[in-house]
């Protein structure tokens, strides 16, 4: 009889096939966080064709999710890892090799269905392997590990920036992405059930039509919170370029929030297994929408950094919360095209936020894209509380599909 499972255990097992390919691809993120806005402005670019080019990664997510789910079924998990990691390293190497905006918005989609791809290897591996009462803290350690990428990457990629210029630091980023492929090398990092047997491999489609109205209530909420989440990250860039920061300062007041953002995610693993999903994401998400209204307020460097600090307790809150509740709500018998499903319609909010942000911007101004991600943001709470509710009792799923 094997052992009953404990956290540091799982962790073992997790580290190099889970956490370690998606800390070195968020790492190549992180370094580009502070510093894409800024050089697509400096490329002449105007806030809307900013939006655009980085909404243009969020079509990838989108669309790559099925596709990346059916290719696993098929091809495995660990094929799919290496296929994703290797097309988000090439295609972030390659960002400053052109301002032309078609050849960004190719690069970004290229970019996104890399990731939906590493996303979803990585998720059905959880979802497949990991007990309920655990998966919160594990998924709030990826997030965790997310989180602490997005603390060095961004001081990195400031100061990469402003001493070796923008084919340095895409090509930085692009070199630790490619690290991703690691785990297939390593001992204990490959997916010792990559592929289903034939008989009982699962039609993505029928699946999908199958479980239609869950998906369809599952992926509203968390489509409006990635919004806002991606949204922010365009945001606060632009808003310290506003306020005449270079990009090493930028990198900065983006690292302070994700500091208090790292901090705090252990306490969202805590939350969700111990005291309900809700009781986690609803003063998560809260907060960031408190610190998004703040950020619309900032007129000073110092307006700017506490709403940075108050966005990042709230996302560090969150941490992991969209895993944990896709991979509760999802199908026991059917768990990768389900996944799949939710991270295309919820992958939409990674298009729409950054197209918010570029079109109030030119519209109305910067400081008003903040205020209405926030309205954004607390639309999906009020969805994910009201309409989806607590997911972590299992019968949850079957109530919220009828």
Same mark, same amino acid.
Request: glycine letters at 12%; a positive charge.
């Given at each position: 009889?094997?052992?009953p499972?404990?956290?540091?255990?799982?962790?073992?097992?997790?580290?190099?096939?889970?956490?370690?390919?998606?800390?070195m691809?968020?790492l190549?993120?992180?370094?580009l966080?502070?510093? *894409?806005?800024?050089?697509?402005?400096?490329?002449?670019?105007?806030?809307?064709?900013?939006g655009?080019?980085?909404a243009?990664?969020?079509?990838?997510?989108?669309?790559?999710g /099925?596709?990346a789910?059916s290719?696993?079924?098929?091809r495995?998990?660990?094929?799919l890892?290496?296929?994703?990691?290797?097309?988000?390293?090439?295609?972030?190497?390659l960002?400053?090799?052109?301002?032309?905006?078609?050849v960004?918005?190719?690069?970004?989609?290229?970019?996104?269905?890399? *990731?939906?791809s590493?996303?979803?290897?990585r998720?059905v591996?959880?979802?497949?392997?990991?007990a309920?009462?655990?998966r919160?803290?594990?998924?709030?350690?990826?997030?965790g590990?997310?989180r602490?990428?997005?603390?060095v990457?961004?001081?990195?990629?400031?100061?990469?920036?402003d001493r070796f210029?923008?084919?340095?630091t895409?090509g930085l980023?692009?070199?630790?992405?490619?690290l991703?492929?690691?785990?297939?090398?390593?001992?204990?990092g490959r997916?010792p059930?990559?592929?289903a047997?034939?008989?009982?491999?699962?039609s993505?489609?029928?699946?999908?039509?199958r479980h239609?109205?869950?998906? /369809?209530v599952?992926?509203?909420g968390?489509?409006l919170?990635?919004?806002?989440?991606?949204g922010?990250?365009?945001?606060v860039?632009?808003?310290?370029?506003? /306020?005449?920061l270079?990009?090493?300062?930028i990198?900065?007041?983006?690292?302070v929030?994700?500091?208090?953002?790292f901090l705090?995610?252990p306490?969202?693993g805590?939350?969700?297994?111990?005291?309900?999903?809700?009781a986690?994401?609803?003063?998560a998400?809260?907060?960031?929408?408190i610190?998004?209204?703040?950020l619309?307020?900032?007129?000073?460097v110092?307006?700017?950094?506490?709403a940075?600090?108050?966005m990042?307790i709230?996302?560090?809150?969150?941490?992991?919360t969209?895993l944990t509740?896709?991979?509760?709500?999802?199908?026991?018998?059917?768990?990768?095209p *389900?996944?799949a499903?939710?991270?295309t319609l919820?992958?939409?909010g990674h298009i729409?936020?950054?197209?918010?942000?570029?079109?109030?911007a030119?519209?109305?101004?910067l400081?008003?894209s903040?205020?209405?991600?926030?309205?954004?943001?607390l639309t999906?709470?009020?969805?994910?509380?009201?309409?989806?509710?607590?997911?972590?009792r299992?019968d949850d799923?079957r109530t919220?599909?009828?």
């Amino acid at each position: 009889m094997n052992p009953p499972a404990s956290l540091p255990r799982e962790v073992r097992r997790l580290l190099v096939p889970v956490y370690l390919p998606w800390g070195m691809v968020t790492l190549g993120a992180g370094i580009l966080l502070p510093i *894409f806005p800024v050089y697509l402005e400096e490329q002449g670019l105007r806030l809307s064709l900013i939006g655009l080019v980085t909404a243009a990664g969020g079509i990838g997510l989108a669309l790559g999710g /099925l596709p990346a789910s059916s290719f696993a079924e098929r091809r495995g998990t660990d094929k799919l890892l290496a296929i994703g990691v290797v097309l988000c390293a090439i295609t972030t190497a390659l960002l400053g090799i052109s301002s032309a905006v078609i050849v960004l918005v190719v690069l970004r989609i290229a970019w996104g269905t890399g *990731f939906t791809s590493i996303t979803q290897s990585r998720q059905v591996l959880v979802a497949r392997t990991v007990a309920v009462g655990m998966r919160g803290r594990v998924n709030s350690l990826v997030g965790g590990m997310h989180r602490l990428t997005y603390v060095v990457g961004p001081i990195v990629g400031g100061f990469t920036y402003d001493r070796f210029g923008a084919n340095a630091t895409f090509g930085l980023a692009g070199g630790l992405t490619l690290l991703g492929t690691l785990p297939l090398v390593l001992p204990g990092g490959r997916d010792p059930h990559p592929i289903a047997e034939r008989a009982d491999r699962i039609s993505v489609r029928d699946s999908l039509w199958r479980h239609r109205r869950l998906l /369809l209530v599952a992926s509203l909420g968390p489509l409006l919170v990635s919004s806002a989440r991606d949204g922010r990250n365009i945001v606060v860039p632009l808003i310290g370029d506003d /306020l005449q920061l270079d990009a090493a300062a930028i990198g900065l007041l983006v690292a302070v929030g994700t500091a208090a953002d790292f901090l705090l995610f252990p306490v969202s693993g805590w939350l969700m297994d111990r005291r309900g999903r809700l009781a986690c994401m609803v003063p998560a998400f809260s907060l960031m929408a408190i610190g998004l209204i703040v950020l619309s307020m900032a007129d000073t460097v110092a307006v700017a950094v506490v709403a940075g600090i108050v966005m990042g307790i709230g996302n560090g809150l969150s941490s992991g919360t969209m895993l944990t509740l896709s991979t509760d709500m999802a199908p026991p018998d059917e768990p990768g095209p *389900f996944i799949a499903g939710f991270h295309t319609l919820s992958g939409i909010g990674h298009i729409v936020g950054p197209l918010i942000v570029g079109w109030v911007a030119d519209t109305i101004g910067l400081s008003a894209s903040a205020f209405v991600l926030a309205i954004v943001l607390l639309t999906g709470v009020l969805w994910i509380a009201l309409v989806i509710g607590e997911t972590s009792r299992q019968d949850d799923r079957r109530t919220v599909a009828r």
